[in-house]
């Protein structure tokens, strides 16, 4: 026999041998709630020798039932975020949702509340992470979570120690086949004969049937973790696959590496006889995931109780007593009827006749009719053991009338809520091992996720209300403009981001932010949030918030739009939007629009005021500057008519043709900045003019069409760009240069 499964059979014994007592108790729970096997046989035989009932009154699945549906109400749900380098918080939420994506398709009803139902009435229930193509025609996996509908097919690690088992390092999932069934699916599979081999285990061989396991085992292993020149760090065995490559990038590893370790998980199909098949797991964790009741440590061994393992013996007492009262007023002797020596012989047959058989009428002799004695009823002691025995039922499990939904002996509201949370919180182990089970889940989904969605691909992507969108992963994607709907209708602001991938020849074409969806890149974490459904929470914020409203005198439209908005009418959301007076969204993009240009045009008012200063300033300095040239003028003439002053620098010639000069500059910067004033003021004017224009076809465009409005717009904020823009007449920098000159 081969080691690995020499060791494979020996592991798995030793599983079953620890598990033994934990599975006989889950058996008998599973009957006596489950199917009413609630009677011990041998007084059940005896009582049926006897002719005496055997009442089955069972209250237990009611209490059961409470527990399971009130975890539905309340699904605690997954949420992703980043806890390493490389992780990105948009893609922390993508993975969010495709995993709400995987616990859709798998159906959450059936493979998360089943565990849950196992674990309220026996203690365990499991299910199971695989991996599948996506379809028949496609490459493409998909991740799935399944139950385990046979809570006795699986074996899990007696050594475990983790609350949710995540350190499982054997599980073992059991079935039975036809010699012809295991031919068909391992057709050399070899033909079993244990009978004829002594070393075989005849448990593995039962009447035409093969036990098969699928053996799953987790090692650890030894491995150096590589460090690149890019930041990036790699295992080994992954480098060296990719060294070449790596290298024709030019990147290439800063250090020998450290040693770590991680684990392998294999998977092995096998028999008594044989290892069948053998099969690489590609996550770090055994994906066999348990849901436990409530957990009992005694002498370094686990025990695992359900909701029911107290209450047996007080639902047997109950059947018990309620099956004596039945049988007290049944077999109760029938009172007689009392009447005069002489009555009954009118009709002696039916009078003798009248306690077992329904007579229409019955005559009798003389003046006074028979009458009837009086029943005592049922014992007054056995009715009083049936209500201790439901007392009890209460008590243990702690769920009590007001938890159930009944009237109890609690009157006002507050105490019926009171007792309500009592039994929740009676109960809460059980949902919180749930909450621990579901994050189990969730982490080696994250785990799986990078392995499994490992190549450019489109997923499905599901939010908190149920509403889905496709997005392109591993891949860089450029985010599209909203777009409008399939009637016509502008684009629900609300409505999720839409994507579309792009390649390198397109990265250079497009402007803005390039995202990378990348989920094999960076590290993330799961945590589990417990609460109503997003539904509920829906519906109870839109109670509140009805009675908040009702309460207060003026409420604005806008409160009232909200609130229709998170009803489940048909149409709330146009409804909320007619009832708040939202506007049409392609006007509020016009107005926005005209926001927009009046905005600019108040940018080029305020840029041609600063204009018309400067040119007053500069006036203002020529009108000065001809001033003084004025002044010496008159200075210069006065000297003239004065003999023998005239400067002794320069000849009477040449001091005339000076101030000729100087005058002729101050005259050309004169009549310059006249047409400088001219032009300004002629731009004022256009300016102006185009302003009102403005105005009165904004105020046409709230009221009318919106089109031809825009293009208007759009064509006079040119013409103000033209004008503000245009060269400055010539002569105006050499104007200024010329007053710098001293006359």
């Known amino acids: 026999m081969d080691d690995t499964l020499k060791e494979d059979l020996e592991a798995f014994k030793l599983a079953e041998e620890a598990e033994k007592d934990q599975r006989s108790t889950m058996l008998e729970l599973l009957k006596f709630v489950k199917l009413g096997q609630q009677w011990p046989d041998a007084v059940r035989k005896k009582r049926e020798l006897e002719g005496r009932p055997c009442l089955t009154v069972n209250r237990l699945p009611a209490f059961g039932k409470q527990v399971i549906n009130d975890a539905r109400q309340n699904r605690p749900a997954i949420k992703c975020h980043p806890v390493g380098d490389g992780a990105d918080k948009e893609v922390a939420e993508i993975l969010t949702r495709l995993i709400r994506d995987i616990g859709d ?74 010699e012809k069934q295991l031919k068909k699916r391992w057709p050399k599979a070899d033909k079993v004969n244990f009978e004829a081999d002594d070393d075989r285990d005849e448990a593995w061989f039962e009447e035409e049937r093969i036990r098969i396991a699928e053996c799953w085992t987790r090692e650890k292993k030894k491995t150096k973790l590589i460090k690149l020149s890019d930041g990036a760090v790699m295992l080994e065995p992954e480098y060296l696959k990719l060294k070449d490559f790596l290298d024709a990038q030019g990147i290439t590893a800063t250090s020998d590496g450290r040693d770590t370790e991680i684990y392998v998980v294999k998977q092995r199909i096998i028999t008594g006889a044989e290892i069948l098949e053998e099969n690489d797991w590609p996550g770090k964790y055994i994906p066999i995931i348990p ?17 029911f393992n107290f209450a047996m013996d007080s639902q047997r007492n109950y059947n018990y007593w309620r099956t004596a009262t039945t049988e007290l007023v049944a077999l109760a002797p029938k009172t007689p009827f009392i009447g005069p020596v002489g009555a009954f012989e009118g009709d002696p047959d039916k009078w003798a006749t009248a306690n077992t058989e329904s007579h229409p009428y019955i005559g009798y002799e003389g003046q006074v009719a028979p009458q009837r004695q009086a029943f005592a009823g049922p014992p007054a002691g056995a009715l009083q053991e049936a209500l201790n025995a439901s007392d009890d039922l ?79 992963v591993n891949q860089k994607v450029q985010q599209l403009p909203p777009q409008a709907t399939e009637d016509g209708q502008p684009p629900d602001p609300a409505a999720p981001p839409q994507y579309q991938p792009v390649d390198q020849e397109q990265q250079q074409e497009i402007s803005g932010l390039i995202k990378v969806f990348d989920l094999t890149a960076g590290k993330y974490d799961v945590t589990v949030e417990s609460g109503p459904s997003f539904n ?125 000069i100087s005058f002729d500059k101050w005259k050309t910067e004169q009549d310059n900045a006249v047409k400088i004033a001219i032009a300004e003021m002629s731009r004022q004017t256009s300016l102006d003019t185009t302003q009102a224009a403005i105005n009165d076809q904004a105020n046409q465009l709230v009221n009318s069409e919106l089109s031809p409005v825009l293009t208007e717009l759009a064509g006079g904020m040119q013409a103000i760009h033209a004008h503000i823009t245009q060269p400055r007449a010539p002569g105006r920098r050499e104007a200024r240069k010329g007053m710098n000159t001293k006359g």
């Not at 009338?401 to 039994?423: C, H, M």
């Not at 785990?447 to 450019?456: E, G, S």
């Not at 489940?568 to 969204?585: H, N, Q, S």
């Not at 305020?606 to 001033?627: F, N, R």
């Open 394 to 472: 209460k008590n243990i499990m702690g769920l009590h009338d007001a938890s159930l939904g009944k009237q109890g002996n609690e009157t006002s509201g507050r105490a019926i809520l009171a007792r309500q949370r009592e039994g929740d919180t009676a109960t809460f182990n059980f949902i919180d091992n749930q909450s621990r089970f579901i994050a189990h889940t969730g982490r080696i989904l994250i785990d799986l996720i990078p392995k499994v969605y490992d190549v450019p691909r489109i997923v499905r992507a599901i939010k908190e209300d149920g509403s889905n969108y496709s997005v392109p």
């Open 536 to 660: 509920t929470r829906r519906q109870e914020a839109s109670a509140q918030m009805g009675e908040f409203i009702r309460s207060m005198p003026n409420v604005p439209p806008k409160a009232i739009g909200i609130l229709v908005k998170n009803m489940d009418w048909p149409g709330a959301d146009d409804f909320a939007k007619a009832i708040a007076g939202e506007k049409d969204p392609q006007l509020m993009q016009a107005e926005q629009a005209i926001n927009q240009l009046k905005q600019q045009l108040g940018q080029m008012q305020q840029q041609l005021q600063d204009k018309q200063m400067e040119m007053q300033l500069k006036q203002a300095e020529l009108q000065i500057k001809g001033m003084e040239a004025q002044t010496k003028a008159q200075q210069a003439q006065a000297a003239m008519n004065a003999p023998g002053e005239a400067p002794a620098d320069h000849s009477f010639e040449q001091w005339k043709t000076e101030m000729q």
């Open 105 to 178: 398709t798998s159906k959450p009803e059936v493979a998360c509340d089943t565990p849950l139902a196992f674990a309220v009435n026996c203690g365990i229930g499991y299910a199971t992470v695989n991996i599948d193509y996506a379809d028949a025609d496609t490459f493409d996996k998909d991740l799935r979570i399944e139950r385990v509908s046979n809570i006795f097919s699986v074996y899990g690690d007696p050594t475990s120690k983790a609350a949710d088992s995540s350190d499982w390092n054997r599980a073992y999932i059991t079935d039975k086949l036809t």
């Open 291 to 307: 849901c436990y009741g409530d957990e009992v440590m005694v002498e370094n061994k686990r025990t695992f109780n359900g909701l």
